[in-house]
């Protein structure tokens, strides 16, 4: 079992910065992580995915550029920097884990491929 915990959100200026944090515990095996993000009204959304050999990453459109996924192998925690905030990235956002070793967008941006979530952390980006 991994447990996922977020912490960083906040709210926050349009063009602010936040950094939100993602502290994986418990049995600690997995291949990559993943940041989604959920809107009232909406569904959930891949943001960015990392992995933990290598530090491969991905990032949705809409945030690169913008967003970077970072990963400490040592501390078991995964970050999502956050810069030039817009209004619509307003959101929960949540971490997640997965097992499996495949690496292409389609999957990693599939929350279906992700065992584990964490419990969300709110960000609130005012204009």
């Known amino acids: 079992q991994v447990q996922l915990v977020e912490s960083g959100g906040g709210l926050v200026q349009a063009g602010g910065s936040l950094r939100l944090s993602c502290a994986a515990s418990?049995?600690?095996?997995?291949?990559?992580m993943g940041w989604f993000r959920q809107a009232p009204g909406k569904e959930r959304e891949f943001v960015a995915g990392i992995r933990w050999s290598g530090g491969n990453t991905y990032y949705e459109d809409s945030v690169k550029g913008r967003f970077t996924i970072s990963r400490d192998n040592a501390k078991n925690t995964v970050y999502l920097q956050m810069n030039s905030l817009k209004p619509e990235d307003t959101a929960v956002y949540y971490c997640a884990a997965r097992h499996g070793s495949s690496w292409f967008q389609g999957i990693v941006s599939n929350a279906h491929e992700y065992h584990y979530w964490g419990q969300g952390t709110q960000v609130t980006v005012s204009s």
């Open positions: 418990g049995r600690t095996f997995s291949n990559a």
